[in-house]
């Protein structure tokens, strides 16, 4: 047996096994077996391979190496098996509240009628200057930047990141209201601008609606930033319906 057979026959990878709900981040060819094979490198920690393999760190619950508990700072030996377990649900939603990516708008605006806040703005960001920025705000402000960006989430400096499951904004509520379980109070935040909303009296924003609602509704909110005004109008049984949805199997109390 020649030298370079016997390196091929015994080559020290480490691999990289992922549970179910994490295997498809790995290349199509790898979701079957659910592991990824990389080549082992003595300066790679178990993070650094985590990530080789397509994951971010934000995705990433329980670490074990071969067997061990391990942490993302530990180093892998050659011929090592990594065992990677998703996050575990549901995760504490910071002080700060959540932080959504730019296409994330129509997911932000049913959180913030859910009571959450939901921080999100449209302006487009280009490939890197901005994403600096998003992470930035989620440090600055202590939130989770919600995104389907698993560059994004690759970020070392960002601390709490999660990548939103679903291509439809349903799916993605679901995801997201599954993952941190967050206290809903439907109807205490404007979908506009995610700014709270207060009690507003009839009189001061009558010249604001038409005459229909002026007369059907006497209990109305204002937006505490942009003014908008609230009531519970035409929109009401969509909205029960949404936080009936959201609150299905979870035993929420809704306020
Ligand atoms: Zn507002």
């Known amino acids: 047996m020649n030298s370079q057979a016997f390196r091929g026959d015994f080559a020290p990878d480490v691999v990289v096994r992922l549970a179910g709900p994490l295997r498809f981040l790995l290349r199509p060819r790898d979701r079957a077996a659910g592991e990824r094979r990389l080549r082992f490198d003595a300066d790679a920690t178990v993070g650094h391979v985590v990530r080789a393999a397509g994951v971010p760190l934000t ?3 329980e ?11 530990d180093r892998p030996a050659p011929g090592s098996v990594l065992d990677v377990a998703p996050v575990t649900r549901p995760e504490p939603v910071p002080a700060g509240g959540f932080l959504l990516d730019v296409g994330l708008g129509s997911l932000a605006r049913r959180l913030r009628l859910l009571g959450l806040d939901a921080a999100w703005s449209p302006e487009a960001r280009a490939p890197s200057a901005d994403d600096a920025d998003l992470v930035a705000q989620a440090v600055a402000e202590d939130r989770v930047l919600l995104t389907q960006d698993r560059g ?8 709490r990141g999660a990548l939103v499951r679903g291509s439809g904004t349903a ?3 679901a995801d997201v209201l599954d993952r941190f379980a967050p206290a809903l109070a439907p109807l205490t935040r404007c979908t506009a601008c995610g700014a709270e909303l207060a009690p507003a009296p009839k009189a001061e924003v009558a010249d604001r609606l038409q005459p229909g609602t002026r ?3 006497q209990d109305f909110s204002r937006c505490t930033r942009c003014g908008r005004v609230y009531w519970r109008g035409a929109h009401a049984p969509r909205i029960d319906a949404l936080v009936r949805t959201a609150s299905e199997g979870r035993g929420l109390i809704v306020g």
Do not use: K, S
Not at 64 to 72: E, F, S, V
Not at 152 to 159: E, F, H, Q, S, V
């Open 171 to 173: 799916d993605q509520l």
């Open 59 to 61: 995705e990433v619950g």
């Open 215 to 217: 007369q059907g509704y």
């Open 152 to 159: 994004l989430l690759m970020r070392r400096a960002l601390p």
């Open 63 to 73: 670490l074990r190496l071969d067997g061990g508990t391990a942490r993302p700072a």
